[in-house]
């Protein structure tokens, strides 16, 4: 009888280890497995879920599938204003931008609870999850139209909350009929449609001395000595010219933001030295990824590594007002600003509201929290100062709004190469109370107060328009 | 007796409450009135245990047909075209089940045809292969009447028979051994000869017909009986090589095997070419994670092939999820590891030797196919018991889940009773 029990055993313990094996496929290779090129899976599953619809912070649908003669198609009311941020999906070209990013939602396969898990198991055809954007589309639709023939982006936050209200990036294209415009739309390669643009690499230019700011103030430098421009200084051999060679005479930093005077802001950044700029930089998030809900290229100071630890004089005296080595991406700026608004905190930034389950109960919510400390409240309420200053009595005026103190700075920009400056444009209103935070940038479009600041200024107009605390 | 119902209404249950996820609309009402027969079936069943007071094992039955309800849920599942059929074999299973358990007075009478049932076994081989018709790339149905049959199915019922008989018979003999050799004494050729050349016979078939699957089972079957008889590890150490050998030479001659051994080892080199089956079932078992898609929601059925018979396992992973599976599983380590039991429990030497080697088959079954849809294992296909689609498979499992609780009955009966009816043998 022995050998009954031996053989009993063997084929239990064989059993154990097919079991094991069905933890393998079934836990550990889940995941891998579904994403593998040659599973079907995804695609089969999404034709028979009723993919959840996209909402603005008001309710107004952005995107949405409707079901007619038994057939599902994803229709885009707003059209081009939403794109390329929204995406697209369809069975052919797979999905893209907020389609894509949000699909484990929309496909109602996200933090599913044993409840409803269970719940499932019964009920076919499913219906996703609808996702309310914290976005505005009256601010969007603004902002699309304003940026409407151009290259660039703009993005608008609420610097209290890090909620995203407005995300433009021109050219778009229309997320109606795609499949049979693909070819158009990707043959267009200079304007480059699907490009984010407010994901992409730029020189800040001017814009970066808000950052530079908190170096020198933090360097002990009294900012309220006076300092005689003269069109033009000599550091280390280098010569830092101002824009167009103009001499702004004796400035202190109010004045020297408010006329973004770029030898003021290098003599002093290259006197607090690389480690508080460096270290201001990393404040306010250069070298550090972005937590949002999609991968954003990090913003840099040096090529080599994005926050070196060191920096050659010349190239510090370059990266104070935004140029040498100094990339920044739209949306990263509009976060800068929105810290300087935020007296210094920069919350962490999101486009998804809340998450409606197919009986509209609320299964997610966005809870606002601080992403960095970049500034100390005085140092904010300093920069801010220049930025009134600067809209006062400074390059940023032609974004004045009558009744609405706004605070702002402009950029032009060199992108390298005898081609018309970046027009960069960040600004926040009021500036006592902010309410919105945004960057504007017009890819050659000269001077940042001529190209960006009417387009900032309209969107904002908008934005102080509507009574706060109405959604 | 309350025990008794309560185990039958969860099993009746699954089959009605799959049946009723999967939407009674578009099932037939044939598959209907045939569902209703089997819940007849199961409940009248119940009840005669009742009154001829069947004292055998009291959960190998259960399980068994928790099995086939979840198997029946899961034909209608993947192709309610066909599952009519397995309704109705289903029935007449169970019927010939019980026609087994209750009509077979004296389970001995079995072990009487010895050769017979090797020769029985080897004739019906040898029939399908000359006039079998080649399906799936194994020459291993045969038609008859406008019925397909799966002959080997009812060959493992003979040789299994023919095992009993033979290792019975001449037990000392391969126990002890008569001719030394080397350090090794091993039995002559007179009482080894049958067998060796039945095995072999049995075995060159199965190959010729590209039944590897089978031929593996009984190959398993084979040795692993001849251990739990003797007991000498000496039957298991020479089984290796002769396996390892054979193997070899498998892979050398054949193509086809060579082509299973190569997707076995990296099924995602070509998952859309020779990978596909393989791949088609891994996707569709971590397609279920923990809990599964849901009954009905899962894409296995309609992607991976043959999803109905041998993949049967990998569409039940998808969409009843880890849990499910895991269910199965058990539910099969139950039906084999009481088989043991009957067999440590029976009075007399055959129905030990019946009744293990019967859970052995199952075991190896079970494990085969499993190890091969979870590519612990090249895939060999055969059928899963009970749950895969096919009439001979589950009429034989039937037979056979007959007399081992037969001789589970008849052993309880035998310790019971005070008046020893002649059923009280010497072990």
Redo the contacts between chains.
Sequence with gaps: ????????LG??F??F???L???Y???V??DT??K?K????LI??ES?VTRGGIFDRNGEIIAQTQTSKGKKVRVYPKGEIFEPLLGYSTVKLASSGLEANLADWLLGIKKVS?TQ??Q?????P?QGDDVVLTLDSRLQSIAYNALNGKMGAVVALDPRTGEVLAMVSQPSFNPTNLEANWADIISREKDRPLEQRYFSLFPPGSTMKVVTSAAIFRSGINTTDLYDCQGSTMINGQIISEQNDKSHGWVNYNMALADSCNTYFATFGVQAGDKNFLVAAKGFGFGQKIPFEFNIPMSSISKATPIPAKLATNLLAASTFGQGEVLVTPFHMALITAGIANHGVIMTPHLVERILDPTQNVIFEQKPQPWLTALSKEEAVKITSGMVTAVNDGTAAPGAIPNVQVAAKTGSAEPGGNVPTHGWYIAFAPADAPRIAIAVIVEHGGTGGGSAAPIARQIIQAAMSQKEGVK | MIHRLITRMIILGILWLGLS?LKWESLSSQLLWQALIFTAIVLLGCLMEQILHYQGDPYILPVVQAIMALGLVFVVRINPNVALHQFWWANIGQALFYAVLWAMHDYRKLGRFRYLWGLLAVVLLLVTLMFGSEEGGATSSFKFLGIGIQPEEFVKLALLLFMATYLEENEELLRVGTVQWGRFSLPDWRTLGPFIIIVAFVLGILAAQKSLGTALVFYMLFV?ML?????RALYLGISLPIFLLTGTMAYMLFRHVRVRVEVWMNP?LD??GGGYQI?QS??A?????????????G?GAS?VPVAISDFVFSVI?EEL??AG??AV?VL??IV??RA?AV??KAKDRFG?ILA?GI??LL??ET?II??GV???LPLTGIPLPWVSYGGSSLIVHFILLGVLLNISNATAVATHSLKNKGREYAT
């Design positions: 009888m022995r050998g009954v029990r031996r053989v009993a084929i239990a064989s059993f280890i097919l079991s094996g069905l933890v496929w079934q836990v290779q889940a497995l579904l593998d040659a599973n079907r899976r089969l599953m028979r044993p898990a269970v499932q198991l019964f009920a076919l499913r | 996820v692993l251990y739990v008889v003797t007991e995602w998952p859309t791949a891994l996707f078992i971590s397609g279920g994670k923990i809990l599964g898609t849901g009954l009905g929601n894409i992607t992973a999820g880890f599976a895991m599983l099969f380590l084999v590891m043991f067999s440590l030990q293990a859970g052995i075991g190896t494990l499993l190890a979870t590519k612990l």
